[in-house]
C-alpha cells in the first residue's frame, strides 16, 4: 500500500496538479486584492462613501444585514470580471504566439543521402 502510494504521488498529474492548486491560491490573493482594495474604494467614492456591506434593516430585535450579501454579491462579480480580462489576455496572447510559430517559414528537412543519391541518378538519366 505505501508503494502504490509513493507511485501515486509521484506521478506527474498529482505534482502539477499541487503546483496549481498553489498558484491558484496566491492568484486568489492577487485578484483579491485588487477588488478590495481598488475596485470596491472607487464604488464607494461612486456611491457617495456609503457602504453596501453596512446596509441593514431591523425587524423587531433581529437585525438583518442584507448589506453583507450584496457586498458578496458585487466582490464575485468583480473577481469574475477581473479574471475575465486577464484570461482573455492570456488567450490573446497565446493566440498570437501561435499564429507566430505557424507564420514562421519551415525549415525545409534534410534529405537522406541515399534519396538524394537516387535523385541526382534520376535526373542524369532524364538528360
Do not use: C, W
Request: avoid cysteine; charged fraction near 20%.
Amino acid at each position: 500500500m505505501v508503494k502504490e502510494f509513493k507511485e501515486f504521488i509521484s506521478k506527474g498529474n498529482v505534482m502539477d496538479m499541487a503546483v496549481g492548486i498553489i498558484i491558484g491560491g496566491a492568484f486568489t490573493a492577487i485578484v483579491n486584492s485588487l477588488v478590495e482594495s481598488i475596485l470596491m474604494p472607487i464604488i464607494g467614492v461612486i456611491s457617495g462613501g456609503m457602504s453596501v456591506a453596512d446596509m441593514s434593516v431591523t425587524v423587531g430585535n433581529a437585525v438583518i444585514g442584507y448589506g453583507a450579501f450584496i457586498q458578496a454579491i458585487i466582490d464575485f462579480l468583480l473577481v469574475a470580471l477581473v479574471l475575465f480580462f486577464i484570461i482573455k489576455a492570456l488567450n490573446k496572447a497565446k493566440a498570437a504566439a501561435v499564429k507566430e510559430e505557424e507564420e514562421a517559414p519551415a525549415e525545409p528537412e534534410e534529405v537522406p543521402a541515399d534519396i538524394a543519391l537516387l535523385t541526382e541518378i534520376r535526373d542524369l538519366l532524364k538528360k
